[in-house]
């Protein structure tokens, strides 16, 4: 019963963080903003959903591993000066674990959010990072957790999006030599690689024209997440929050567009 309680208000709450975006912006943008966000898709309308499918942009309003370091990261330096490191970190490791069940607890998350979760306590206890270590780490104990996560498609892509960037550094690592859009382009070739066979396994259609349009709006994403979540934190200063949301504005109608 509680925990049926906790992931009712969890989801109340969630409804309440988009309403946030609603009350500033109009449909689509703030539709496309809560699933950036927040992952929430079921508002997104037939005709955009259906879009972002055909372009291979539908990842976008999928809450990612970006919004998780973005959540814990810097929040987590910031504290550091101020109460020290160990307390900064478990004050993170909530926030993190806080926004992974708002965002509806799905596989990309909680990957992101373990991998994250090891790195900072690397660094409380001195240890030495490796990528590929926590990577595989993370894999096992979600399919130790739950095995049939195996067969499930977020899993699959955000499993194999994570192998292509770790990939990346060395297979386009001339592409990054490309002013602006190189580095993100050599990034979304490198995850594209990877998710390709699983989104045509899956969904039966590809789209040759995902890498560009991915180069073209990509640089832009993270800065409308980090708007949206300062949005979010300024919604008690409900002119404030407004304000950023009119700054993101530009950036979710080029996406749309």
Do not use: C
């Amino acid at each position: 019963m509680f925990g049926f309680n906790l992931l009712a208000n969890l989801r109340i709450l969630r409804e309440k963080t988009a309403a946030i975006f609603l009350s500033a912006l109009p449909y689509p943008e703030a539709d496309l903003l809560a699933g950036i966000v927040l992952g929430l898709k079921q508002d997104l309308g037939q005709e955009l959903y259906a879009q972002l499918k055909t372009t291979g942009t539908l990842h976008i309003v999928v809450a990612s591993g970006y919004n998780v370091s973005l959540i814990g990261k810097k929040p987590i330096n910031f504290l550091a000066y101020l109460i020290g490191r160990t307390p900064a970190v478990i004050f993170g490791l909530l926030m993190i674990w806080f926004y992974v069940f708002i965002a509806g607890v799905e596989p990309p998350l909680i990957r992101a959010a373990i991998m994250v979760s090891v790195l900072l306590l690397a660094q409380v206890l001195g240890k030495k990072f490796n990528a590929w270590r926590a990577f595989l780490i993370t894999v096992w104990l979600m399919l130790m957790a739950k095995p049939d996560l195996i067969t499930n498609v977020s899993f699959q892509l955000s499993v194999a999006a994570l192998l292509g960037l770790m990939m990346g550094d060395s297979l386009f690592a001339s592409l990054k030599k490309i002013p602006v859009f190189g580095p993100d382009l050599g990034e979304t070739l490198s995850a594209q690689l990877m998710v390709t066979p699983i989104i045509a396994w899956h969904f039966g259609q590809l789209s040759i024209v995902a890498p560009i349009i991915n180069a073209l709006i990509l640089p832009l994403i993270p800065i409308a997440t980090q708007i949206g979540i300062a949005a979010i934190a300024a919604s008690l200063a409900p002119p404030l929050g407004a304000i950023l949301l009119y700054l993101v504005y530009p950036i979710l109608f080029w996406t749309i567009m």
